[in-house]
């Protein structure tokens, strides 16, 4: 069976949807908690996909957060065995970091329900092709990085230039939150509702407007996620196809 491993940074950012297309694709998958620190470091190697999924954190502050160093080899070691990557905000920051391209704050903390608007180069590419060139998704960062070297810009904001993007053949880094569901929303409004004031963000009318936003969303959601899950089934059959020579040697 197909397996993923998912790092998780908090408690009220879970899969969501991501674990929804996995699910429907009968991929196996787990979180570790390195940031909590109640796992210890996952053996990538065994695993057919890697997923870094959000959380309230910095990748600017590896003095104050060192697991973001392990997070960052267990990155590059699935981008050095093409390993298939999904990194979603602060995933996708640690991705680029990994990468060699500088993390810095945003002019301004960019949160709620905004456009965003996939590049030309979407067209062609494997999880985005065929979906509209605007949708509104949930948008939640302080940072921001430039596109790493080599990879290739997928979606932008009004605000911020890279939104989304690819790195070779199967990693993607997604600054946006196209896995949230309804009550991950509410989850999160609860944990950060200051942090939210602060950035200027009414609470309540981000829960508010999330049965309409993640339902709009879901579809999308589904097609983008499930199409990475082909990429985990395709590694998942090199996998076995070499096991399989292996034994008939």
């Known amino acids: 069976m197909s397996s993923v491993v ?14 929804d297309a996995l699910a429907r694709s009968a991929i196996h998958w787990s979180y570790v ?22 959380g309230p954190f910095s990748v600017r502050q590896p003095e104050r957060y060192p697991w973001m160093r392990l997070e960052m080899e267990i990155i590059r070691k699935a981008l050095t065995r093409g390993i298939p990557i999904l990194g979603v905000c602060l995933g996708s920051q640690l991705l680029a970091a990994a990468l060699g391209s500088p993390v810095r704050p945003a002019p301004r903390p960019e949160i709620g329900w905004l456009p965003i608007r996939l590049e030309p180069a979407a067209r062609e590419d ?43 053949a199967h990693a993607y880094g997604l600054l946006f939150h196209l896995e949230m569901k309804q009550e991950m929303v ?14 200027g963000v009414d609470p309540a009318s981000c829960v508010e407007e999330a049965p309409a936003r993640v339902a709009s969303m879901a579809p999308l959601a589904a ?26 040697k």
């Open 6 to 19: 998912i790092l998780r940074h908090h408690g009220c950012e879970t899969a969501g949807a991501i674990g």
């Open 33 to 54: 908690s390195l940031a909590e620190r109640t796992t210890a470091l996952p053996d990538v190697e065994r695993a057919d996909g890697l997923v870094v999924l959000g």
């Open 126 to 168: 494997r999880l985005f092709h065929g979906l509209p060139e605007s949708f509104v998704a949930c948008v939640w960062h302080n940072d921001v990085f430039e596109l790493p070297p080599g990879a290739v810009s997928l979606a932008r904001s009004e605000m911020t230039s890279c939104q989304a993007y690819r790195y070779g």
């Open 186 to 199: 509410a989850s999160c409004v609860r944990a950060f509702e200051t942090r939210l004031r602060v950035a």
């Open 223 to 248: 097609t983008v996620f499930g199409r990475w899950c082909e990429f985990v089934r395709e590694r998942a059959r090199v996998r076995a196809g070499q096991r399989c020579a292996r034994k008939t």
